[in-house]
């Protein structure tokens, strides 16, 4: 039972265009969710995050939409760059003050020059 | 500020041996997680230790244990591995007060089970 779903494997874009990214949950108790970045042979690297409070949150050049109704967040990339391709993941927590983070599969992101 | 550090880089492991796993966390983080990822995967929670007892558990069996030492090091062992045990293992650590909810990933352990 995936609580945490990324439907697309992969996604290409040019640089400087935008990749949006997506994500889906199922279980209503989730109330923080995060976006990790995660390159070969590193650790993922935490990148951006909302509360359930916030419908978005906004870093740089990375922009997080969550939409509660929907049990869908989105991940913006503007203007997406070729040091961008990584896999990406969307996690989500609000079991007993977030000691635990339920990760979806990952999107691999590629930027073309 | 020093990140988190995990050791060894790969092991190479035979069904029905144990193996332990290290991490040291990022200065000034008390909380430790554990996660496995399967190739293709997202990370999947295995534990989280604070103040050196494990605080949360998720869908794995007893033969995966785990310790933290009061300088908020941690161990992971596995008893009688399996060939499913093969994976990468990520630690994570992070500080109880601000975000818990932001873990911070050392580059993780491969464990090839033969």
């Known amino acids: 039972d995936q609580q945490v779903k990324q439907n697309s494997p992969s996604l290409s874009v040019q640089e400087g265009r935008i990749s949006i990214l997506n994500c889906d949950y199922t279980?209503?108790?989730?109330?923080?969710f995060l976006w990790y970045k995660k390159y070969p042979a590193e650790g993922p690297t935490f990148l951006i995050s909302?509360?359930?409070?916030?419908d978005k949150n906004e870093d740089g050049r990375f922009t997080v939409f969550l939409n509660k109704s929907a049990k869908h967040l989105s991940l913006h990339i503007v203007p997406s760059q070729p040091g961008d391709s990584a896999v990406y993941f969307c996690a989500a927590s609000g079991d007993n003050a977030g000691n635990m983070l339920t990760f979806g599969g990952g999107t691999r992101l590629m930027v073309k020059p | 500020e020093t990140g988190v550090t995990q050791s060894p880089t790969h092991l190479i492991k035979t069904r029905g041996q144990q193996v332990t796993l290290r991490c040291s966390s990022q200065s000034g983080h008390n909380t430790v997680s554990w996660y496995q990822q399967a190739l293709g995967q997202g990370p999947q929670f295995i534990f989280q230790?604070?103040?050196?007892?494990?605080?949360g558990r998720g869908n794995f069996p007893p033969r995966f244990s785990g310790l933290q030492f009061p300088n908020y090091s941690s161990e992971l062992n596995v008893n009688a591995l399996e060939l499913d045990d093969s994976a990468l293992y990520l630690c994570?650590?992070?500080?109880?007060?601000?975000?818990?909810?932001?873990?911070?990933f050392g580059p993780g352990t491969r464990l090839t089970v033969t």
């Open positions: 909302i509360s359930s409070i916030k």
């Open positions: 230790y604070y103040r050196e007892e494990e605080n």
């Open positions: 279980n209503s108790m989730f109330d923080y």
């Open positions: 994570a650590s992070s500080w109880t007060s601000g975000r818990p909810y932001e873990q911070y």
